[in-house]
């Protein structure tokens, strides 16, 4: 490939709103150029059971929805590469996006759908035991604590998932819930409540993780600042992160505007960001409903809106 290479449409991140800009900008040919990231397939590649997307009333996998969408896109042509965007100049259109550090790609437009990234507590801990019992992917890592103990920290759909899938490997699964309520769906909730093998620790804080070259415990701080606030200590083999994700935004910061936590912000309805031709689509402009269906569609309308730009029609106003 040539250094300073020229695309109509560049897309980044591999997601189910990458995918689907690609099949719909390379159906429209726009000459689409993909890069797939850290993790081709994004966040899914992760997950197991999708029961919600829909098309599949059987429902599928993470990984096998995602092969699906990634073939989809090859089968009309989109040009799927590895590769991180690892530099941004949005200053003046054509935008250049460097790639791993070494080539730079000058876009006509640009889809932004980079998603968003696995949040952790900040525990020192947490880095002297990673790859030593903590994780925060239990499709991922849950096989290594089959029959074992482990605990997963959140309150959310994600959590309840990640405990419900622990639940069907290890022998027990704490769920550490820092309210005295689970914010994940009813259904989910249900399905968490209903599982003998789970106990949930609601009002509890993680302090730190114990173990002589590998988690042993966790030391937890039930009713945090209540006057019977008390130390908990818990054996587990394992420790999961499920407390929500951060959106990898931080390239692009410089030139769009975003919220407080760095969610791109986009027009109401809309992909389209402050710049003309340069387009957020999935987690990362998303806060909200942080669907697969969701970041699809979205990734569908920023494709739409690529081509109507790059035809001088673009509908959608510009900030
Ligand atoms: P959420 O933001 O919904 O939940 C994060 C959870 O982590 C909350 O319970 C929060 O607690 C807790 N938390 C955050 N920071 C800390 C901390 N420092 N210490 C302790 N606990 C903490 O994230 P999810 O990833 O669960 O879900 C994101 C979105 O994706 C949601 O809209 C969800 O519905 C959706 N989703 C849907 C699924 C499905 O439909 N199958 C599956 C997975 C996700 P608190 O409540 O106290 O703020």
């Known amino acids: 490939m040539k250094e300073n290479e020229k695309v109509r449409c560049l897309i980044i991140g591999s997601g189910p709103a990458g995918y689907t800009a690609a099949i ?53 042509g989109a040009d799927l590469r590895p590769g991180i965007a690892t530099a941004a100049d949005l200053s003046a259109a054509p935008y250049r996006i460097t790639i791993d550090g070494t ?20 525990l020192p801990d947490e880095q002297a035991y990673a790859g030593m019992g903590v994780s925060a992917c239990a499709t991922c890592d849950g096989f290594f604590y089959r029959k074992k103990t482990v605990a997963v920290v959140g309150g959310g759909d994600t959590a309840c998932e990640e405990a419900l899938y622990l639940s069907s490997l290890a ?47 966790a030391r937890l701080l039930r009713r945090q600042g209540q006057p019977d606030q ?20 931080t390239l692009f910061r410089p030139w769009l505007d975003t919220n407080e936590a760095g969610y791109i912000l986009t027009l109401p309805g809309s992909p389209c960001t402050r710049l003309p031709g340069v387009f957020a689509a999935g987690d990362v402009a998303d806060p909200h409903y942080r669907q697969a269906i969701t970041a699809a569609a979205s990734g569908c309308m920023a494709a739409i809106e690529a081509e109507r730009y790059l035809s001088g029609q673009q509908t959608a106003p510009q900030g």
């Open 103 to 122: 080539k730079t790609l000058e876009a006509d437009t640009l889809i932004i759908a980079t998603g968003a990234t696995a949040n952790y507590l900040g």
């Open 24 to 76: 719909y900008a390379s159906r429209a040919n726009l000459g689409c150029v993909l890069y797939e990231g850290l993790q081709p397939g994004g966040q899914l590649t992760t997950t197991t059971e999708v029961e919600n997307f829909p098309g599949y009333p059987q429902g599928t996998t993470g990984p096998v929805l995602m092969d699906d969408l990634r073939q989809q896109a090859a089968r009309f």
């Open 230 to 249: 008390e130390d908990v200590s818990i054996a587990i083999d394992g420790f999961f992160l499920a407390i929500g994700h951060t959106p990898n935004s």
């Open 171 to 217: 022998a027990k699964v704490y769920l550490i819930v820092r309210k005295d309520y689970l914010r994940a769906s009813h259904v989910m909730q249900q399905r968490v409540l209903r599982t003998p093998n789970i106990e949930v620790l609601f009002e509890h804080q993680v302090k730190g993780l114990y173990g002589d070259g590998g988690v042993e415990g």
